[in-house]
């Protein structure tokens, strides 16, 4: 991070004031960690619903920093940094500290949201981008900081080497994505889907469209938008863009067409002309994060050669369909860094597909923010996977109950099993492995199913 902002700036884009230091001191850096705050550094004290980071502020803290950015009010210690910026909202001052620094670049900025599917096709997109821009010349989210916190730091690493960008945006409340475009400013938007994710915090799929939406509304006029065709949702945004709208999907009008191909194929029809890829790893979700990537680069004005090229180079994120061979013979793959009824579906479809033949088994683990609706949709999915055919299903948490009884009543003809804790699924998989074996793990990430697949 090598900003090129002065504290007066800073003060004049948070609205804030500046209570120590010179105006036109530089303000290179920014960290919301007080652990690894080091010098050149400005310290933004962040306060949540479980923590204020202005219980930080000391003597130790103001000796390794070049400054403080503090909330209005909240009572500072006689030790301070050569700087000292106090503003009504630390959060809001991180996001607007970012959109002052993302304004100084003219360059296109690709916002991905949407239920499912961001972090894929952030990393598609981001391999596309790479053939012009090289890979240090695409700044994009490091993982999956996509939230209020992560997005704005992620813009302030935009630097003058950087040709594109790529930001995927989180939400699990109204206003979350207008937030994190305020920081951004995208100059175009990706929406992947609208499901059930986080419906704990929404309550229905019209409150997640809206919040969702917030994207296209954040565009400034003439900007294009990716859309997805074949969701039902998505597809009410088609007439307000017009020609901007860059459509993908199975749907014949679509721009980006997904085509019937072979397993471990991805196949799609871009710009009149069928750009085809293999993956280890192919599935219908794949396929559609690859198309919503194609369709940015379209965009962008990218050739179907480029497409291809950027697509056989991408690589899936960590815990995301991670490929890993097991020393018994046996293939896992791990989808672990969350779960939800819609990519849950999605998982295993492209667990079958991927794994063709031998012995299939699922690991399970509980799909976490569904609030009232969650042993319902538990049980939905023990019901849509009753009549699978895999050679056994293990299940881990306690949510995991009602999605093992939709299974009893689905009549399931494989072996169930609900374990009371890792260690007990571990020993109940272990003698279940061996060459020719093929476990799919998917749960969500307070489940930390991953460690069963390293432990097992």
């Not at 500046?18 to 290179?28: K, N, T, V």
């Not at 704005?152 to 790529?166: D, G, I, K, N």
């Not at 999605?403 to 009549?411: R, T």
């Amino acid at each position: 991070m090598n900003l090129s902002l002065t504290w007066g700036e800073a003060a004049a884009a948070t609205g804030g004031k500046l209570l120590r230091g010179s105006p036109d001191a530089p303000l290179r850096a920014l960290t919301t960690d007080s652990r690894s705050a080091g010098a050149g550094q400005a310290f933004v004290a962040l306060k949540g619903e479980r923590f204020d980071a202005h219980r930080f502020l000391d003597e130790r803290l103001a000796a390794a920093c070049a400054g403080w950015i503090v909330r209005a009010g909240c009572g500072l210690p006689p030790a301070r940094p050569p700087c000292v910026l106090e503003v009504p909202d630390t959060l809001k001052a991180l996001a607007a500290i970012a959109g002052e620094h993302r304004s100084r670049f003219a360059l296109p900025v690709v916002g991905i949201t949407g239920s499912n599917g961001k972090t894929t096709t952030k990393e598609m997109t981001r391999a596309i981008l790479a053939v012009r821009g090289g890979a240090e010349g695409v700044c994009a989210n490091s993982g999956n900081l996509n939230n209020e916190v992560g997005l704005p730091l992620s813009v302030l690493e935009l630097s003058a080497s950087t040709r594109y960008a790529v930001f995927e945006m989180g939400a699990s409340r109204p206003g979350d994505i207008a937030y994190l475009c305020s920081a951004a400013k995208p100059t175009l938007g990706v929406l992947t889907n609208i499901g059930c994710a986080h419906m704990e915090f929404f309550g229905s799929a019209e409150a997640v469209f809206k919040t969702k939406s917030e994207l296209a509304d954040a565009l400034l006029p003439g900007a294009p938008l990716a859309l997805n065709a074949d969701d039902p949702w998505l597809s009410k945004l088609i007439g307000r863009f017009g020609p901007q709208a860059l459509t993908f999907g199975r749907d014949p009008k679509a721009r980006v067409r997904i085509l019937d191909a072979r397993p471990g194929e991805c196949a799609l029809l871009y710009d009149g002309e069928r750009v085809s890829v293999r993956w280890e790893v192919c599935g219908r979700t794949h396929r559609c994060n690859a198309a919503a990537a194609a369709a940015a680069a379209l965009g962008l004005g990218f050739s179907a050669a480029e497409v291809r090229e950027g697509l056989s180079a991408f690589r899936s994120a960590p815990l995301r369909f991670a490929s890993k061979p097991h020393a018994s013979g046996a293939w896992l793959l791990v989808d672990a860094y969350n779960a939800n009824p819609d990519s849950m579906r999605a998982g295993v479809e492209t667990f079958l597909e991927s794994a063709s033949g031998g012995r299939r088994l699922l690991v399970l683990g509980d799909m976490k923010e569904l609030g009232a609706e969650s042993a319902e949709r538990h049980r939905e999915l023990g019901l849509w996977l009753a009549p699978l055919s895999v050679a056994g299903v293990f299940l881990l948490g306690p949510e995991c109950g009602a999605l093992a009884e939709g299974l009893k009543q689905g009549a399931a003809r494989f072996p169930v099993v609900h374990a009371p804790d890792a260690e007990a699924l571990k020993s109940a998989l272990r003698p279940q492995l061996g060459p020719g074996v093929s476990v799919f793990f998917k749960a969500s990430r307070a489940m930390r199913l991953e460690e069963v697949a390293e432990g097992v």
